[in-house]
């Protein structure tokens, strides 16, 4: 079995060293996929015995994921694990999602930060853990999902099954439509925890994201369209509600 670890970077100069060398600890076959990134990130990059994707310019959060789905694809891998590069992802937890994958029982292993709490966690910006909860818990609704963190990054896909899917959202409101299209497609999810790290509760989703209402209705507007694209497919509780809120 072949497990490739592919991390999104933009601008992380802060953390990309430190990061790199501990995943290196636990994985052989890295990709980092540089999104555009204007300081010396990809100068450091060139330190390391990993592959590089980069992109010319900013291209968003879920184009560097399809891009690393594709790669693997390519290039033979059975599974990606993706995480973040700033130190919000622990690379200590590799292992613990390698285990899950060799239960061979699921097609998504999703971590969740909140699954497991411990005292040692950090507290999240309180409108983050609000949006995460309120989007969670419609997912769980509408998909009949049990899952507990929507937007944690540290997880691992079985290649072949995303492969089946038609993924095109490029910024971060990227899991609203992985969510959806996974129950369509009927792939198997599970949860493993994941420590709750929160390095930096001022990072900026960028421009007029950062603000949390216009962020929620992003990730609604996300959410819905994809709802009824998939409509066909999904349980009868999908759309309830959906043309009172859109």
């Not at 790199?20 to 990130?41: F, N, P």
């Amino acid at each position: 079995m072949r497990i490739l670890v592919a991390i999104p970077v933009y601008n992380e100069q802060k953390y990309v060293h430190q990061v790199l060398e501990r995943v290196l600890e636990h994985a052989q076959d890295v990709l980092v996929i540089d999104d555009g990134s204007t300081d010396a990130t990809p100068l450091l990059l060139s330190q390391f015995p990993v592959e590089v994707i980069r992109h010319a310019r900013n291209r968003g959060y879920g184009r560097s994921l399809m891009d690393a789905f594709r790669w693997a694809a390519v290039d033979g891998f059975d599974w990606v694990i993706t995480m973040d590069c700033d130190e919000q992802h622990e690379p200590a937890s590799i292992p613990d999602f390698v285990e899950a994958v060799k239960r061979d029982d699921a097609d998504v292993i999703s971590g969740s930060r909140y699954l497991a709490p411990s005292p040692e966690d950090d507290r999240p910006p309180p409108e983050r853990r609000r949006i995460n909860t309120e989007i969670t818990g419609e997912l769980n609704q509408r998909l009949g999902l049990r899952i507990t963190d929507a937007f944690c990054g540290f997880k691992a896909y079985r290649v072949g099954a995303v492969r089946a899917l038609a993924l095109d959202v490029d910024g971060y409101a990227f899991p609203l439509q992985f969510w959806v299209q996974s129950v369509a497609a009927g792939l198997r999810i599970a949860e493993i925890p994941v420590k709750l790290i929160y390095k930096d509760l001022n990072r900026s989703f960028g421009g007029p994201l950062d603000n949390q209402q216009v962020r929620l209705a992003h990730y609604r507007t996300v959410l819905y369209k994809e709802l009824e694209r998939c409509a066909d497919r999904l349980p009868s509780s999908a759309s309830e509600g959906m043309g009172a809120i859109a």
